[in-house]
């Protein structure tokens, strides 16, 4: 039986690596005085006069509006980048060089033997070998561009060292004295990209869960579990393979109200979708996240408006990514632009950058604008090998297996030495995490393999040596559709559903990425690796994935939501998001069109802050239905008339918001946690809506009944959840339920990714802020994720917001999570977060006259004399 807690999310939450005594010294020097201000601020970065910079050949100039957003401009491309890597290590370094430990698997350098399990992940897989290989592959620009951004960071470190770099630095250095930050290299840069794609990793997760769950239910009951995606009622991106853009289901909550009178219903059977499915047996989830939470929520919302519906007559865009919750924020905004734009030096481009990563990944230039939301194909397979000693069968013959050994410096300990096996679908992986062996003997037993010999390997595009590390600078140099279906060719890993708009009017989708073909099977369960009937045969070429140019609707969803329809020639995936936030930014924007409204850049950011709550609208009904019956207790009668009127959003201030989430989480524990496997506790996601949404019109399917509890049928299991829930909201928000708010439990604390949680109460303090009240939810358009496993609060989030009016740059807005700087204390360490939290946005200077006049402060990097 499951509990509330899944196993999967247990070993990645914390670095636990501050002890008692330290938290002491840490709160003697943050009290004493000047020394403590002088050792917080010490790191702060120089933001204006004159700074000399080794390699620069000519000077460069940073101006910094009122958040620290900096915009650089230089003469050459080559001191570009150098001074993006100098002004990136002034404000995020400790961030980009504990990114870097991770992306190495080298942790343990930093934090000692708690990290050990981390590390041998990150190298058993071999992220930073990729890297490396990758860096050769880097057209002669490209590498030169990444090697100057290197230059940049590291004449930064030349003249920087400890806490001067960041405060971070004097806690690590309480207990690991002896470390130092090795320079910069092009491979930390490029490693970076292994991490997007490993939290971006699409179904992955979907195909562990069926795994296990296969060891406690039948095929049909998964099936239920996971269904196919609602082509009937929820829209696809594109028209291709049979889907349809407008597609969406007007009102939810008719399609409820009639589910709730329905005496009996079958639901749609996904059988022949779940019947193949078999285990998969991988604890993925024990590594830090660097995005965020991989599954439910974490997609983006993205759309363009052509110029045919817009009151400029000219495309707007917008995009919000949903990603982890992060202090500081995974995204820093920042402008790189050439004082003259020509071949030599290409770059007018401003938007959203990493950290440790040069360019500019989501925004516009002078002629272009794009932004990115997860396409989420099937891009890893888990291969079940049979391993003899030292060799694996394949195709009737003995192969040897691949080997190499790595050591792991542990600061603090000896280094613990590790050694990797591989086939040639991927590195074993059986013995990485804990689940590997629970699952491993039930597979072995269902595909007849002697548990001695069962072993997993892992088949994963990221793992393939790519181009993605030359996309960037060809997306921010690019001039018209063209060109951007050019960069987005070399954007292999991970896969992206790009959308796009430019000066002259034209919008456009295109899906790049490496998506392989199977040579049998559909990617949803682990297929026997010793025959080549199952493995990959190639990847889907660029030209056969879905592509869009000026639609004769004149405008683009993008939500996560299926790309193309069911006939669709090739497979990208069985796990798409089910589509409830792509529906109801297609409804906002037809009501706008049917209108004869002509959408403006402030109708875009409304649409991003919608809470309509779709899962809502379907359930609510049938629980108001509930309540009204003869045998209703006075909480559940009560609680029926709280939802009366209820606008099904979920609002800040809504009480009815609030007590529908308590609900919410606990009729999935009741209905479903209680039942399954451990590890599978349902999150409460947009598949648990769909889930539930179709058992609502099976009111006598077993999942409704559970003897202990009392539940015959769908009515008693939602009466005692419903009840139970009134007493528990009572618990959180008091007895008068005109006092409460949903914004009271759902809130938003910000953590620092490596001390956030370190468990030690001084530390906490010093690096974490909040908590935030906010409205939003699970799978609306303003996505503020809570996990119902564990609570309310606010996980998985939009890291970002902004909408680009393509007749006037300097009239589009943005918005980060928290701000530029990533110094505790500094003043842009959260600055915009209020503006966040409340859905505003910030001017998004662009032109040369906007940047003047935006900028408070400006700083020249300039070449020693």
């Known amino acids: 039986m499951g509990d509330d807690t899944p196993r999967l999310r247990r070993h990645h939450r914390v670095l636990r690596v501050v002890g008692l005594v330290v938290a002491v010294l840490l709160v003697l020097v943050v009290i004493a005085g000047g020394v403590g201000i002088w050792t917080v601020t010490r790191s702060f970065p120089q933001t204006s006069g004159t700074v000399d910079v080794p390699g620069l050949t000519k000077p460069v100039t940073v101006s910094r509006d009122d958040a620290g957003v900096p915009q650089l401009t230089a003469s050459t491309a080559d001191d570009l980048f150098r001074a993006q890597g100098f002004v990136h ?25 708690s990290q050990v399990p981390t590390d041998t992940f990150i190298r058993t897989l071999g992220w930073r070998t990729v890297a490396e290989q990758e860096v050769k592959l880097l057209d002669p620009t490209s590498l030169r561009y990444y090697q100057d951004y290197a230059d940049g960071v590291n004449a ?31 491979a930390d840069s490029v490693a970076w990209l292994k991490a997007m794609a490993w939290d971006l990793r699409s179904n992955l997760d979907d195909e562990i869960d069926r795994a296990l769950l296969a060891t406690k239910l039948k095929p049909q009951q998964i099936a239920e579990l996971h269904p196919r995606y609602p082509y009937s009622t929820h829209p696809t991106i594109t028209d291709q393979g049979g889907g349809n853009p407008r597609t969406v289901t007007p009102d939810a909550k008719q399609g409820a109200t009639a589910a709730a009178d329905a005496s009996s219903a079958s639901s749609t059977d996904p059988a022949a979708y779940a019947s193949q499915l078999e285990q998969v047996a991988a604890s993925v989830d024990a590594l830090p996240q660097l995005i965020g939470p991989a599954g439910d929520d974490i997609g983006s919302n993205s ?55 040069p360019g500019i990944i989501i925004g516009h230039n002078d002629r272009i604008s794009w932004g990115f939301t997860n396409l989420g194909p099937d891009v890893a397979d888990l291969f079940v090998e049979k391993v003899t000693g030292n060799t694996y069968e394949y195709d009737g013959k003995q192969l040897p297996l691949q080997k190499r050994t ?18 040639l679908h991927g590195p074993i992986v059986t013995d990485i995490g804990d689940d590997y062996a629970v699952i491993a003997k039930d597979q072995a037993g269902k595909l007849g393999v002697p548990a001695q010999q069962y072993q997993l390997s892992l088949a994963w595009t990221a793992l393939t040596p790519g181009k993605t ?53 559909d990617g949803t369960m682990p297929m026997p690796g010793w025959t080549s009937r199952y493995g990959w045969t190639g990847t889907i070429p660029f030209d056969q994935l ?19 329809g069911p006939a669709y020639p090739v497979l990208l995936t069985a796990d798409w998001d089910h589509g409830y936030r792509a529906n109801q930014i297609e409804l906002r924007l037809a009501r706008l069109f049917g209108q004869d409204k002509k959408v403006t850049a402030a109708d875009m950011s409304a649409t991003q802050g919608d809470t309509y709550d779709a899962n809502a609208a379907n359930l609510a009904p049938v629980l108001q239905k509930v309540a009204t019956g003869p045998t209703a207790s006075s909480d559940l009668q009560q609680a029926g008339r709280l939802l009366d009127g209820w606008d099904h959003r979920d609002t800040g201030d809504s009480a009815a918001a609030a007590y529908f989430a308590v609900f919410w989480k606990e009729l999935l524990h009741d209905m479903f946690g209680r039942k399954l496997p451990a590890g599978t506790a349902p999150t409460g996601g947009d598949r ?84 935030w009240h906010v409205g939003g939810g699970s799978s609306v358009v303003d996505a503020t994720g809570w996990d119902a496993t564990v609570g309310f609060t606010v996980d998985r989030l939009p890291s970002m917001r902004m909408v680009v009016d393509m007749s006037d740059f300097d009239k589009s807005t943005w918005v980060n999570l928290t701000g530029a700087s990533g110094h505790a204390f500094d003043a842009h360490y959260t600055d915009q977060t209020d503006l966040w939290a409340t859905g505003r946005t910030r001017p998004w200077a662009f032109s040369a006259a906007a ?11 300039r070449p020693p004399r």
Request: proline share 6%.
């Open 851 to 861: 940047i003047r006049a935006a900028a408070t402060q400006t700083l020249t990097l």
């Open 546 to 564: 879905p592509s869009v140019l000026d639609p004769p609707a004149g405008y683009i969803v993008t939500a996560n939501n299926a790309a193309v």
């Open 406 to 423: 790595e050591r792991i410096r542990v600061a603090g300990g000896a280094d613990v030495t590790i050694t990797v096996r591989s086939t």
């Open 469 to 521: 590390a030359n996309a960037i600078f060809a997306f921010d140099a690019a001039r018209d559709w063209a060109g951007f279906r050019a960069a987005a060719e070399q954007f292999q890993v991970p896969s992206q559903n790009l959308v796009y708009a430019d000066v002259d009017g034209h919008i456009g989708y295109q899906a790049p990425g490496l998506i392989p073909v199977r040579a049998g099977g």
């Open 688 to 771: 648990w809506f769909a889930v539930v949404q179709s058992l609502l019109s099976q009111p006598d399917s077993a999942w409704w009944v559970d003897s202990d509890l009392g539940t015959t049928d769908r009515d008693s299991m939602i009466a005692y959840a419903a009840d139970r829930a009134w007493g528990k909201t009572r618990t959180l928000l008091g007895g008068d339920p005109a006092s409460w708010r949903w914004d009271t439990l759902h809130t938003l604390t910000l953590k620092n990714a490596s001390l956030g949680e370190s468990g030690v109460a001084p530390v906490e303090w010093l690096f974490n802020r909040g908590p």
């Open 156 to 186: 930064y470190l030349t003249s920087h060292s400890g806490a001067e770099l960041s405060l971070e630095y004097a806690v690590l250095g309480l207990q690991n004295p002896s470390y130092k930050p090795e320079p910069w290299t092009p």
């Open 89 to 113: 290590a002034q404000d995020r370094f400790w961030e980009m060089d504990f990114r870097r430990h991770v992306t190495a698997g080298r942790l343990s350098e930093m934090f000692g033997a």
């Open 303 to 357: 759309w363009v408006v052509a110029g045919s519906h817009t009151a400029s007559g000219k495309p707007l865009l917008a995009n919000d990514p949903h990603l982890g919750a992060a202090l500081p924020s995974v995204w820093y905004q920042m402008g790189l632009h050439c004082e003259t734009v020509n071949a030599a030096c290409p770059f007018d481009v401003a938007g959203f950058s990493f950290s440790g990563f």
